[in-house]
């Protein structure tokens, strides 16, 4: 009797095993991460260059546990630069074959008095006007930021994948002070899931600029319209936006599969007038571009 209940345990371990490793994040395999970094524009105070310096990428293992990607070289980026589906390529790294749900970016950021001493901070702003003002970090923030969103890193296979900062929400003022805080909003798409929504706006009144911001389905209310509170932004809930050029034209990049709505957003002199028009039900499929034309 005690033979077989040895033999019992010996041939169900395995099983039990097994079932523990599928719980876990990841797997015995490994598979490779290539990752790259886009932005939404900024449309306020005459920036043109919001220049992010990037120390590190971590990836989250368990247990509130951060391991940074070897052979990633620091560098500093022109978010502005990174707009209307362009990207830059940060590197490919090779992980554990799994499930992850969210990154960490470390940044190059001055804190408090530090940044006023600093001639040349890792993380600063340009004007049209040619100067520079640093980037300050809130507090706790020393550790980086998180950009969330699920992947899956295949076993000798490989994923590639894109982090949205979001400069609109990302940078924002401090009251009265001048002074810029970056309080980074970071979503990851998987490339080979990703759309975009384009086309024409028409009719547009004269003097006047066009912001298109597109939500999830039935996402919008009309709360984000309202002025913003100090260091948030107006349309906080946005998925993405876009400032109209000078032809009507507008790209919605990086859009996750599904249905969105757009909210088209008066401006005079760069400032919020008026929400004109929301468009509703717009279809995004994976690797396609939505055509969508806007007559006001």
């Not at 990633?72 to 980026?77: G, V």
């Not at 020393?142 to 992947?151: D, I, S």
């Not at 909003?185 to 024409?200: F, H, K």
Request: glycine share 10%; charged share 20%; net charge negative.
């Amino acid at each position: 009797m005690k033979n077989l209940i040895f033999l019992t345990i010996a041939l169900i371990s395995p099983f039990l095993l097994s079932s523990c490793n599928e719980d876990d994040n990841t797997t015995s395999g490994k598979g490779t991460l290539q990752l790259s970094i886009t932005d939404a524009p900024i449309e306020t105070d005459g920036i043109t260059a919001v220049n992010i310096g990037v120390k590190e990428v971590q990836y989250h293992i368990e247990d509130n546990q951060w391991q940074s990607f070897e052979g990633f070289e620091a560098d500093t980026f022109n978010l502005l630069e990174l707009t209307g589906g362009k990207s830059e390529f940060l590197g490919q790294f090779e992980l554990g074959a799994g499930n992850y749900t969210q990154l960490r970016f470390v940044l190059d950021l001055p804190e408090g008095e530090q940044a006023s001493a600093m001639a040349n901070p890792g993380s600063y702003l340009e004007f049209e006007d040619g100067s520079t003002q640093p980037l300050f970090v809130p507090s706790g923030a020393q550790t980086g930021y998180k950009a969330t969103g699920n992947f899956t890193v295949p076993v000798n296979g490989q994923v590639s994948v894109t982090a949205d900062f979001d400069a609109r929400k990302s940078v924002v003022k401090a009251g009265n002070s001048g002074k810029y805080i970056l309080k980074p909003t970071i979503r990851l798409i998987v490339d080979n899931q990703a759309g975009s929504i384009a086309g024409t706006v028409t009719n547009i009144p004269e003097g006047s600029g066009i912001m298109i911001y597109a939500y999830e389905n039935d996402a919008y209310t009309e709360e984000e319209a309202a002025e913003p509170e100090e260091e948030t932004v107006r349309f906080p809930n946005a998925v993405t936006s876009w400032e109209v050029d000078e032809n009507g034209n507008y790209k919605l990049a990086f859009l996750a599969p599904g249905t969105y709505d757009l909210a088209v957003v008066e401006t005079i002199e760069g400032e919020f007038s008026q929400v004109i028009e929301i468009v509703e039900d717009v279809d995004v499929e994976s690797l396609e571009e939505t055509t969508w034309d806007i007559g006001l």
